[in-house]
């Protein structure tokens, strides 16, 4: 059984967790990078798991706009650094045309989600606070102070919290920012607040005293009590997320203790998911490790780019390293062989794992010619090759509309590869003049290459001149790939190319038969 349809199963047979409300949350601090996108799709996979299974669900996706800025992308240093400690949703925006700093990184994200096939229904945490949807937690969590300190030192074992520590950060009434004011008195209605110079050291208060209502977006609550508030005020029943929030102890913990304790709702169901990392690493904004999220259909296509967290297991790490390898082609080849089985009517997890990357409807279930990423890549390198007609020939048969759209599909994205990210051996490059690795050249290859241009002036089909070049070399007594090693030092200037027929009749073959006597008086 496929890992999504597994998970929603086990929520289901729970039977602790109706409703079937699945919620995930983000920092809308900086640009996303791709490891973020591992949780939107996960709960946006097992929404459509439970969808499958016959159940009601919801599914949303919270951006914390209503956190403090306590650090900032590299590009954003400069001109914002007088905005640290001032709430995301309240500092301007980096570009024009958005309310906020906040605003605008997360429509940054909703983007890629949404070209990602996200159905969630995206919430502002702020909004929720603003239009007093958090009221009553916040009551709650001030009411029950002394049992929220409580859970912070049994499960977490954190230190004592000093004398009039209360649950909550306010928007200073002067200089505006929330991560550096403490909150020392509450008397049923507004709290006493300091907004300190030193409270942290990544902004600097005013100094301002002041007392204020913590109602309708003055006020916001910690995270590890802000979170089980949103699972409260939402009604969320399933959340799962990044290991490293579920450790024992950890943010999960404290956050379902705080449900039961605090605010007497059961925990959502939760689940632990693995790390995204680039070359061993786990991606982080701000440490600068990784992908933009931005750029991941820029290097993929959205169903190819789904794929790629689909086809892993939540509870295994994902490794993604796109820069001088090869594992953009074998990602398309892994995608190819789950196509191939949906297309045959197959009910495994390979036909699973390529339906739940689909954007919309899945194509139907019928044999679909794919052309292989890597050859579309090699092919789209050489001059005067109409892929089409290529293709068609290939095949054996004109290409449906579904298989030219593919076609061109790949074509765009070979091209990217190509230019940004394939290792430069891949990359096919006709040298122009003999280099000078021709004076490397055995006599062997010397009388072989001889050989090829008489090839060359006699057959024009690339089949019937590949099958000779191998003939040739049989014939001389010389190893097939010291023979072809020949043609691509020549040619290309390393000893390694694609098939060596197509290329050479790519060009005009006198340009070609040209080279070759060249090389083979190199001296």
């Known amino acids: 059984m496929f890992w999504a349809d597994k998970l929603a199963k086990a929520i289901i047979d729970s039977g602790e967790h109706i409703g079937y409300w699945t919620d995930d949350m983000w920092t809308s601090s900086g640009y996303a990078h791709v490891g973020s996108i591992r949780g939107p799709l996960v709960h946006d996979v097992l929404y459509q798991a439970l969808l499958d299974l016959g159940k009601k669900a919801t599914t949303t996706f919270v951006y914390n706009d209503f956190d403090p800025i306590d650090g900032l992308p590299v590009e954003f240093q400069k001109d914002f650094a007088k905005y640290m400690g001032c709430p995301l949703c309240l500092a301007p925006s980096p570009v024009p045309g958005y309310g906020s700093f906040g605003e605008y990184f997360s429509k940054d994200f909703q983007n890629v989600l949404r070209d990602l096939g996200v159905r969630a229904e995206w919430v502002s945490s702020y909004e929720l606070y603003k239009k007093g949807k958090f009221n009553s937690v916040i009551r709650e969590a001030l009411d029950q102070k002394e049992e929220i300190i409580t859970i912070y030192e049994e499960v977490a074992h954190s230190k004592k919290r000093e004398k009039g520590w209360l649950p909550l950060q306010v928007v200073c009434e002067k200089c505006g920012k929330l991560g550096t004011t403490r909150v020392h008195d509450w008397d049923g209605e507004t709290v006493k607040y300091t907004c300190e110079p030193d409270m942290v050291t990544w902004a600097k208060g005013c100094g301002h005293k002041g007392r204020i209502s913590p109602f309708d977006g003055n006020a916001k609550l910690p995270w590890k009590v802000d979170w089980p508030a949103h699972w409260k005020v939402l009604g969320v029943t399933i959340e799962g997320a990044g290991k490293d929030h579920m450790t024992s102890g950890g943010s999960r913990d404290i956050a379902d203790a705080i449900c039961t304790r605090v605010f007497h709702i059961t925990p959502p169901y939760k689940f632990s998911y693995e790390h995204f990392l680039l070359g061993g690493k786990k991606m982080s904004s701000s440490k600068g490790i990784g992908l933009k999220a931005r750029d991941i259909t820029k290097i993929l296509p959205p169903r190819v780019a789904r794929f790629l967290f689909m086809r892993t297991d939540y509870r295994q790490a994902i490794e993604f390293d796109p820069f001088g390898t090869m594992v953009v082609p074998?990602?398309?080849?892994?995608?190819?062989?789950?196509?191939t089985e949906y297309t045959k009517g197959e009910a495994n997890d390979?036909?699973?794992?390529?339906?739940?990357?689909?954007?919309?409807?899945?194509?139907?279930?019928?044999?679909?010619?794919?052309?292989?990423?890597?050859?579309?890549?090699?092919?789209?390198?050489?001059?005067?090759?109409?892929?089409?007609?290529?293709y068609t020939k290939i095949k054996g048969s004109p290409l449906t509309q579904l298989e030219k759209k593919i076609l061109e599909e790949r074509m765009k994205y070979a091209r990217v590869w190509l230019d940004g990210y394939a290792p430069d051996e891949f990359r096919i490059q006709l040298v122009s003049s003999v280099p000078k690795g021709a004076k490397t050249l055995t006599s062997k290859q010397k009388e072989y290459l001889q050989n090829v241009i008489s090839l060359l002036e006699k057959y024009s089909d690339p089949d019937e001149l590949q099958k000779n070049l191998y003939e040739i070399s049989k014939e001389l007594s010389i190893d097939s790939k010291e023979a072809f090693a020949g043609i691509y030092t020549v040619l290309l200037g390393k000893t390694f190319g694609p098939k060596a027929a197509w290329f050479l009749l790519q060009y005009p073959k006198e340009d070609m038969i040209k080279r070759l006597r060249e090389a083979v008086n190199y001296k």
């Open 350 to 390: 390979f036909a699973r794992a390529f339906e739940l990357s689909q954007i919309g409807d899945p194509p139907p279930k019928k044999l679909v010619y794919l052309p292989r990423f890597r050859d579309v890549a090699n092919y789209i390198q050489l001059p005067n090759i109409n892929l089409e007609g290529k």
């Open 330 to 339: 074998d990602l398309f080849d892994e995608y190819d062989r789950c196509f």
